[in-house]
DNA sequence: CGATATTGTTATATGCAACAACAATCGCTA
DNA sequence: TAGCGATTGTTGTTGCATATAACAATATCG
């Protein structure tokens, strides 16, 4: 093989997650759900009215393309919007939306257990933190 | 914060490579640029006449996106293309691709140093073969 | 030879993200 | 309190990456 690409962690976190984002998508779709809906449903649980800007904030989306996202998932009946003062709205989960969430977790729980699997004992404890080191606080930089 | 994301190593790939690949994007379109082209131009040095099929499943790129992105690159004069036999051709760097391909390798080896760099130390020689552990050989699983 | 696989290509669809603009509204301050 | 700057939700548009289906020409192998 012999590849030279794979030489660099550039390139290896770029196939990485291309490889396993679509197995990740490929379970989520059996859900009816794609990775933001999911992100959104697990941020919401915890998050109370939280507003389409701010969620887009935490997500690193921008809030033009949040209105599609959220669209489809009030459409869906997934969660539910509430007027906070006349320009803000608090974004919520439904019942079903809350199931969706649970089986979400479920999912993502199994995979992410499987992805660690993959990785050589003595490597995974430092997975998480070297990559949570690579775009926590980027905007600082 | 209190990101339930954030726990997540398939979550936190997805953000690090969006992250990282945009960084690296803005620095390669100086050079006129794309990943992808940086990546053809990597492989091509020591892949002499390699098929545009071959070099998209290295890359896991399918041959039908090849096209448009090869055509751009030998518009661009950064490749050529050599009949081998009545139905493949081999692919190979330019003068123009080559010099190309030394200020990509350049600028991708700088920034990979620079994203090393972010890696608190002791996970830094973890981040690598815990990364390709994700994804080589992935058809196989 | 003849069936089968491969190559390069066209066309098309989808998801995702970026950017610019805009009206309405909020919050602070002079 | 009147006004100005910032924020919110939204529309529209663009570009990039990727996936699929189809097709003609050609290679490979039984």
Same mark, same amino acid.
Not at 20 to 46: F, H, W
Not at 52 to 77: C, F, H, T, W, Y
Not at 93 to 107: H, I, P, S, V, Y
């Given at each position: =093989?012999?590849?030279p690409?794979?030489?660099?962690?550039?390139?290896?976190?770029?196939?990485?997650?291309?490889?396993?984002?679509?197995?990740?998508?490929?379970?989520?779709?059996?859900l009816?759900?794609r990775?933001?809906?999911?992100? #959104?449903l697990?941020?919401?649980?915890?998050?109370? *009215? +939280?507003?389409?800007?701010?969620?887009?904030?935490? !997500? *690193? +989306?921008?809030?033009?393309? =949040? #209105?599609p996202?959220?669209?489809? =998932?009030?459409?869906?009946?997934? +969660?539910?919007?509430?007027?906070?003062?006349?320009?803000?709205?608090?974004?919520?989960?439904?019942?079903?939306?809350?199931?969706?969430?649970?089986?979400?977790?479920?999912? +993502?729980?199994?995979?992410?257990?499987?992805?660690l699997?993959?990785?050589?004992?003595?490597?995974?404890?430092?997975?998480?933190p070297?990559?949570?080191? !690579?775009?926590?606080?980027?905007?600082?930089?």
């Amino acid at each position: =093989m012999d590849d030279p690409l794979a030489r660099y962690p550039g390139y290896s976190l770029r196939r990485a997650a291309n490889a396993t984002g679509a197995q990740l998508s490929v379970r989520l779709a059996d859900l009816g759900l794609r990775q933001a809906d999911a992100s #959104v449903l697990l941020i919401l649980e915890n998050s109370p *009215d +939280i507003t389409a800007s701010a969620l887009g904030r935490r !997500l *690193d +989306i921008q809030r033009a393309n =949040m #209105v599609p996202l959220l669209k489809r =998932m009030e459409e869906g009946g997934l +969660i539910q919007r509430r007027a906070i003062d006349g320009k803000s709205q608090g974004l919520a989960l439904t019942a079903k939306g809350r199931k969706a969430r649970n089986a979400a977790q479920e999912c +993502i729980e199994g995979f992410e257990n499987e992805l660690l699997a993959r990785v050589p004992a003595q490597h995974r404890a430092h997975l998480l933190p070297a990559l949570n080191a !690579l775009w926590h606080d980027d905007g600082a930089s």
